[in-house]
């Protein structure tokens, strides 16, 4: 009965340098279905897809379509087998429209059009074919917006790619693949970019798709998603095959512990805060756009205490990031105070603003957090090289730096292939993530500054980060929390501060709200006045 | 008999084993590509030189090649080999000067005008302000590193690229070199159109502390090669061992995390531009004072700072390899300057070592064929060995 599937992979083995990235995975699509591929980072859902997609050559097992061996050597193969991928990273032409971007590689050549052509007209068809490659952008346009019309996407197809949401981008990146008139596509963790009501436009344009008759394979690390859309799931993990379930059979507990291989606890236990004095207070923060004169952080107010963890969260570019930017120096303020532990540093520049105890896990990695051509030793130190423990009259010392990032390693358990010397380029996000967090906790600090700490990582690590983070409010430090997933924000905050175009519109306690009342703040559908600066020390005992 | 084999086997094994561990670590990587390139360069030079002058084609590169071997007597070739390391000393520095720009994110392209400037204030403070040598060479050092800080500045205060106030303070320093040495009589010589040389008994003339006895009596072979090699060591130790050389690179690699840690990004740029702009200086200084070079009227920038950068990149950015990379450029550029008799014209061995340095644009292609080739033997021994283990 193998015809039933209209794509098989079977015994997929693909070897690296050093690892078997996937080692003889079976993977079965039905027509018409949604297949949820889990499996933690690093486990090959990835490669298992880019093998599909062509990008990569397994190195052993075959490749079904419809019941007939296929080889796909690159994308070419799989766009002829109307295979479709939908990458996580967009790959779209920024200074080009919606339309060009959508046509980009199947244009349609402009042609005459007649019952009985002559020779001129076909001379003229045949030039254009072969030579001058007129596009014809009516017939394009004609082509997509039917797509669009019968998908139900909203989208303005004469938009520049710059010009609109990221949401949109997507759409973009899925109507390509649906010009394309390709049957099976694969969406790559789609979501990471997304917010709560995009992601939930998604999941519906996904389950249009199904209906038409579309197979999809759909890679995420979100259970609640998988378990809303998909109709079996394929669990891998360390490159190998672990188990086919529907999803109607299963739970959401099930399908974590096949992914990790032991039990994972999604909610963490959080005791009471014991809140002692106030270490930062943010006072009529405010930071103009260079370019733009727009007030992107507008009079924020608010202070983080010894033992809380304050979190900041709303729907991406809304100022997050840059008030954390204005907080830790990386661009300047153009009004308001800065305090910590009652002291003005306001004015102070960067290194000031790390010794005196402010520490800053970057949302972006590879961006700020890593010199990712230095290896783990160099990166540890990267804010503290010149201090006295680890340089002596201008020289640095390898010995102690090495001794020092050997107990950051051990501590937080990163994994690196040739220890402390491994260059961090090679390694996997949620280590990386690990040598940033192990410098930031490590080094003199009252305060910890969070952004998105679990960006990009599995279920696995996670868990590691939430009890590091929670830990260190027990331990009776400052944390504040930048969020996008509501998940991370209830499991961990104390207090939650929505900000809303660059202001702060809500502060609730995560105790006596609802998913819901966040949502309707976070879309500016609701504001109020807040005063988030909390005075005075107390201990929550029940 | 199959203990031997066995042996036999082990040997190899181990040989093989020792090997791949070398081709592994990343500076043999940088050792071989090096190479690679300069076999590469010399192959294509010698089959443009085959078409050239066949006849001569193979007297032609082994001359190139072998530059004072050609000598029999011990002595001459002593000699020469002496003032081919004289030769050697500045391009050493001004690679040096390229290289430590290159750590910091700066391409050093005015690194000509650096040596111009410099070179110009030789003449001055030697022939006419006749200062003794140490002098000389400390304001050439100072020239080339003021003369560099405008790009600096430029770079930190108005954001403009390195690369292009670079060439256009070439042509100035160019324009500038031309005047001034025109304009005053004691250092420009009219009768031969260009300016006089640093000679021997000059003040301004590097000593040579004795080493003329260890070449056969070459005297130009001074403090230069000596004064290089501290450089070498010195820029060695700032890059590997200090916190400067430590920001400098963060800085250079990523600057965005630099700022995230709070590296002054201004002090580290200008400090770095002097320094690149005192070495330039220092290279300008062990050319022209050792009597080799005098100043020649020009309407192209002088090469000696391009020369650097394909000795630097040729020596894969590191500090102690560029020794090696600048002689064997020098070598076959010296080598190559006594073909002439062969019947070719003097800029067949500039051919040699254009294509030589065109090459070394291809280091990192050919390190990263190296890098491929590497994984797919250990790939090849994975599937070995795997099937092993199935056999069983």
Redesign the interface.
């Given at each position: 009965m193998a015809a039933e599937y209209t794509i098989e992979m079977i015994n997929i083995t693909k070897?690296?340098?050093?690892i078997v990235a996937n080692d003889h995975i079976s993977l079965r699509i039905e027509k018409g279905e949604i297949l949820g591929l889990c499996g933690e980072n690093g486990a090959g859902k990835s490669t298992l897809m880019s093998i599909l997609f062509g990008l990569f050559q397994p190195?052993e097992g075959e490749i079904r379509k419809d019941g007939k061996v296929v080889e796909i050597k690159n994308p070419n193969d799989a766009t002829a087998l109307n295979i479709g991928m939908i990458h996580q990273h967009f790959k779209l032409v920024e200074a080009y429209t919606v339309l060009q971007n959508i046509i980009l590689g199947s244009e349609p050549l402009w042609e005459i059009k007649k019952d009985k052509l002559t020779i001129f007209d076909r001379f003229l068809n045949f030039i254009n074919k072969k030579v001058l490659k007129i596009i014809d952008y009516k017939a394009a346009s004609d082509k997509v917006q039917k797509i669009v019309d019968k998908y139900g996407f909203n989208i303005d197809l004469n938009a520049k790619i710059s010009d609109i949401s990221v949401e949109m981008q997507q759409k973009v990146e899925i109507i390509k693949t649906l010009y394309r008139d390709n049957d099976i596509l694969i969406f790559d963790e789609p979501t990471a970019v997304l917010t709560e009501q995009e992601i939930d436009g998604l999941l519906k344009i996904m389950l249009n798709l199904k209906k038409e008759g579309k197979s999809i394979v759909f890679i995420s690390h979100k259970m609640n998603e998988i378990f809303k859309v998909c109709d079996r799931i394929t669990v891998i993990r360390k490159g190998q095959h672990v188990k086919d379930l529907l999803t109607s059979e299963t739970t959401k507990e099930e399908i974590s512990m096949l992914m990790v291989g032991r039990e994972v606890k999604l909610d963490v236990e959080k005791p009471a805060p014991n809140i002692g004095k106030e270490i930062l207070r943010v006072d009529n923060l405010s930071l103009i756009d260079k370019e733009t004169k727009k007030k992107i952080v507008n009079n924020v107010s608010f202070n983080v205490r010894e033992g809380e963890i304050v979190t900041i969260a709303g729907i991406d570019g809304n100022g997050q990031q840059d008030l954390i930017y204005a907080i830790?120096?990386?661009n300047q303020a153009n009004s308001g105070k800065l305090f910590f532990n009652g002291e003005d540093i306001s004015s102070y520049?960067?290194?000031?603003?790390?010794r005196i105890g402010l520490s800053?896990i970057?949302e972006d990695r590879h961006?700020?957090?890593?010199?990712?051509?230095?290896s783990i030793n160099?990166n540890v130190v990267?804010?503290e090289?010149?201090l006295k423990q680890f340089?002596k009259y201008?020289?640095?010392k390898?010995k102690e730096i090495k001794k020092y990032s050997k107990g950051i390693i051990e501590k937080f358990d990163v994994r690196a292939s040739s220890e402390g010397d491994t260059v961090t380029r090679t390694m996997s996000g949620g280590n990386q993530q690990k040598v940033i967090i192990g410098r930031e906790l490590t080094r003199k600090h009252d305060l910890v500054i969070a952004v998105q700490p679990i960006r990009g990582l599995d279920i696995g690590s996670i868990e590691t980060i939430h009890n590091i983070l929670l830990n260190e409010r027990n331990s009776g430090k400052a944390v504040l929390l930048v969020s996008l997933e509501l998940d991370e924000v209830f499991t961990l905050s104390d207090r939650i501060l929505i900000m809303f175009e660059g202001e702060i519109v809500g502060e609730f306690n995560p105790k006596e709200t609802t998913r819901e009342q966040l949502g309707l703040y976070m879309s500016g559908a609701k504001k109020d006045k807040v005063n988030a600066v909390k005075e005075g020390c107390y201990n929550e005992q029940n | 008999m199959n203990k031997i084999k066995a042996l036999f086997i082990k040997c190899f094994d181990t040989v093989n084993n020792g090997l791949t561990k070398f081709t592994k670590k990343e500076s043999a990587k940088t050792v071989i590509t090096s190479l690679w390139c300069a076999l590469l360069g010399l192959f294509i030079g010698f089959i443009i030189i085959l078409f050239i002058n066949p006849s001569n084609a193979f007297d032609g590169m082994a001359a190139t090649l072998e530059n004072f071997f050609i000598f029999s007597n011990s002595d001459t070739r002593l000699y020469y080999f002496g003032s081919t390391l004289a030769k050697t000393a500045p391009l050493i520095v001004m690679s040096l000067s390229i290289l430590f720009g290159y750590k910091c994110g700066l391409f050093n392209i005015g690194a000509s005008g650096q040596y111009t400037i410099a070179f110009v204030v030789i003449l001055f403070a030697g022939l006419v302000g006749n200062l003794p040598w140490y002098l000389v060479m400390l304001l050439a050092m100072i020239a080339g590193a003021s003369y560099a800080v405008i790009t600096g500045l430029l770079k930190v205060f108005f954001n403009v690229s390195e690369v292009i106030s670079g060439i256009m303070l070439n042509c100035i320093a160019l324009y500038l070199g031309n005047g001034l040495c025109q304009s005053n009589t004691t250092v420009w010589d009219a009768s031969h159109g260009e300016s006089f040389k640093i000679t021997q008994g000059s003040q301004a003339f590097l000593p040579n502390i004795g080493l003329d006895k260890l070449f056969a009596g070459n005297t130009v072979v001074g403090i230069g090669i000596i004064f290089a090699l501290i450089a070498v060591i010195v820029i060695f130790v700032v890059l590997k061992?200090?916190?400067?050389g430590?920001?400098i690179q963060?800085i250079g690699?990523?600057p965005?995390?630099?700022?995230?840690?709070?590296?002054?990004k201004v002090k580290a740029i200008i400090l770095s531009t002097i320094i690149c702009g005192a070495l330039a200086g220092l290279s300008a200084s062990l050319s022209a004072q050792n009597g080799f070079n005098s100043w020649q009227l020009s309407s192209t920038v002088v090469s000696a700072g391009f020369d650097g950068i394909s000795s630097a990149f040729l020596g894969g950015l590191n500090p102690i390899a560029v020794v090696f990379s600048s002689y064997f450029i020098t070598h076959i550029t010296d080598g190559g300057s006594v073909i002439t008799d062969l019947g070719f014209a003097p800029q067949v061995a500039n051919i040699i070592t254009a294509s030589i340095i065109y090459l070394s644009g291809f280091s990192a292609f050919i390190k990263q064929y190296i890098s491929d080739k590497d994984?797919m033997r250990?790939?090849k021994l994975?599937?070995r060995g795997n099937n092993k283990k199935e056999d069983k």
């Open positions: 070897r690296f340098a050093n190195d830790t120096g990386i520049s960067i290194r000031k603003k790390n800053h970057p961006k700020h957090g890593l010199v990712l051509d230095y160099k990267l804010k090289y010149n340089s201008g020289f640095i390898d | 061992k200090t916190t400067f430590y920001e963060t690699l990523n965005e995390a630099a700022k995230y840690a709070g590296i002054n994984l250990e790939q994975l599937c």
